[in-house]
DNA sequence: CTGAAAGCGCTTACAG
DNA sequence: CTGAAAGCGCTTACAG
């Protein structure tokens, strides 16, 4: 690999004036066209590390995520990924597989890195979290969980999920089983599951039973299968798609009608949700826009604007198929 | 940001002795203590632009996708990344979005930032490619495609289509559509549709038709819809998952029964097409051990070790629900 | 076990 | 417009 020095000895100039030439400062047309030449000739491509290591402002972003087979993530990638590229930036992804410690890691991993800051796509915030938010002494951003003294955006699941309440409520439904997840995601797991509760209690003679799976679709029909027939639920309100998907294919293996026998909703808004019939209806948030939000914060906060410490991103109950109408 | 030089001061040793002790040399025990202190005090890390700088062989790959909202791609993305951590590697993530040209970008950028090597998930191979995989100097390996002078892992397009093809004509079919996709793809234009050409070849009697259409679901739904107007096929073979499952959209709008008034066939063996319901004859490709493969081939390349050039990655024909036994 | 020094490949004032 | 020199933050022989 060819250095600095090469192509100026090969050029018979100093190294200096390639390096002018290359950043766009003055140099003569003559030395310009050797210099192009020599360029071309020899394939030569700056080392990055030895730009870095004097340069101004880095312009990575960092982004961890907990997985990559998840809509959510994708979506949420290519929101930041798309803006961030607008805005002259770079996006460096770490993927920790949803194993905190890891997660941490990463975390260090890329302020080693030199990355301008981080964007996390969080699932929950452990003390290790905090401290090594401390440490890494550039800005962090979680997208998706929020924490206090730590700028967040997400997705307003509380509302969202109180919306959804209504909804089935006022289709008339009374007997509702929840399929919920873990409370140590506050987002899916606490919020999701309090909007709905709120909605619940606004109107007497609901009979609700909670139940709690993983975010596995496979996990998703076994548990649903057993809510169907244990409790006969007239409509079964899901914490994700994922879990409504596993819902419905529990529903279609014991050939219960979907949704004259049972109605089912998600969160989400995958775009398989709109493809399979029935259509699911579900909570649709923009997880496109949150990614690039979550780019344009960071990058004010890298430049020391200030931002709103909590951004929402919005939602919308989107109506198909899925949910009968009593 | 606190450098090296500044933890030797603090600790009152110098700079050399803090670089053995971060890279496990050998440190006395007092000299260790008060460096493990100083260390935590200031929460110093280290800076990975200086330590490349110098550093041995680069252990980052780079792994340019086309996109991320994949099935395929993410899939690929997890196999790299679980063994290149296996391996001590870090992969690199950069996203073209279906641009070649920022494809291409991409590849010198990643150079620049000397990776050791460069994965690509490919979709069309131009001229222009070429010439970055010379001009980088570092091992390029295709995943997905193939071609002349490069390494490759490709998935079995042509064997698999084979297969399919004999499949749906063991079920009885003989009016047949094909849906395909550009042939400017090799892998999934061209192979796909020879290896079910040459199927059919071998029998008589059988009335095929070849239409073409996107990656896009919305539009193979659209054409999906006038094939069936059209040609009233008994079987539709799709070559990839996600146009099956706008096909399958398509047959439920027109109120068309699947399997029984019409068979349908993808490839690809996404999760979501044994969820659905019916669930999906397909052509089930290994995605993550492709992926396993790329990330090992991609380390014996960089260590000098001889690799074939073509490889194969496995396939299989997952006999579900959606096609019809005449 | 420890330190001084050279060097990795660049960039950036500073002179000329 | 151009070059010599210092320096970015590390690592690595080489002495001691």
């Known amino acids: 690999m060819k250095t600095i020095s090469d192509?100026?000895?090969?050029?018979?100039?100093?190294?200096?004036?390639?390096?002018?030439?290359l950043n766009g400062g003055s140099v003569s047309e003559t030395t310009k066209k050797k210099l192009e030449n020599v360029i071309k000739e020899t394939g030569y491509i700056p080392n990055t590390f030895a730009q870095s290591l004097k340069a101004k402002k880095p312009n990575i972003i960092g982004t961890i995520i907990p997985r990559l087979d998840s809509y959510a993530t994708t979506q949420t990638l290519i929101g930041i990924d798309e803006e961030l590229r607008k805005l002259n930036h770079q996006m460096l992804i770490s993927n920790s597989s949803q194993d905190l410690e890891r997660e941490i890691e990463n975390m260090y991993e890329m302020a080693r890195q030199k990355v301008a800051g981080i964007i996390l796509l969080a699932t929950q915030i452990t003390n290790a979290h905090?401290?090594?938010f401390e440490k890494v002494d550039i800005p962090v951003l979680l997208v998706g969980q929020e924490h206090k003294g730590v700028y967040s955006i997400i997705h307003n699941d509380y509302d969202a999920a109180?919306?959804?309440g209504k909804y089935v409520?006022?289709?008339?439904?009374?007997?509702?089983?929840?399929?919920?997840?873990?409370?140590?995601d506050i987002a899916v797991g606490v919020k999701r599951k309090a909007g709905f509760k709120r909605a619940i209690?606004?109107?007497?003679?609901?009979?609700?039973?909670?139940?709690?799976?993983?975010?596995?679709i496979?996990?998703?029909?076994?548990?649903?299968?057993?809510?169907?027939?244990?409790?006969?639920?007239?409509v079964l309100v899901c914490a994700t798609d994922n879990i409504a998907l596993g819902a419905m294919k529990a529903a279609y293996l014991k050939g219960v009608r979907i949704p004259e026998e049972l109605s089912i909703t998600?969160?989400?808004?995958?775009?398989?949700?709109?493809?399979?019939?029935p259509a699911l209806t579900t909570a649709k948030f923009y997880?496109?826009?949150?990614?690039?939000m979550a780019a344009q914060s960071m990058i004010q906060l890298i430049n020391y604007e200030e931002i709103e410490p909590l951004i929402f991103s919005k939602y919308k109950i989107i109506e198909k198929e899925s949910v009968d109408n009593l």
């Not at 209690?201 to 596995?216: A, W």
């Not at 496979?218 to 007239?234: M, Q």
């Open 130 to 132: 905090l401290e090594a």
């Open 266 to 277: 998600g969160f989400g808004g995958y775009e398989i949700t709109e493809i399979i019939h």
């Open 287 to 292: 997880y496109q826009d949150a990614g690039r």
């Open 7 to 21: 192509i100026a000895k090969m050029a018979g100039v100093a190294k200096s004036t390639v390096s002018r030439y």
């Open 201 to 216: 209690q606004e109107v007497d003679g609901v009979n609700v039973r909670f139940y709690e799976t993983t975010f596995k």
């Open 218 to 234: 496979d996990d998703a029909i076994a548990i649903s299968s057993t809510i169907i027939d244990e409790f006969k639920p007239s």
């Open 169 to 184: 409520l006022e289709k008339g439904h009374r007997r509702i089983a929840f399929l919920g997840v873990t409370e140590k």
């Open 162 to 164: 109180y919306d959804m």
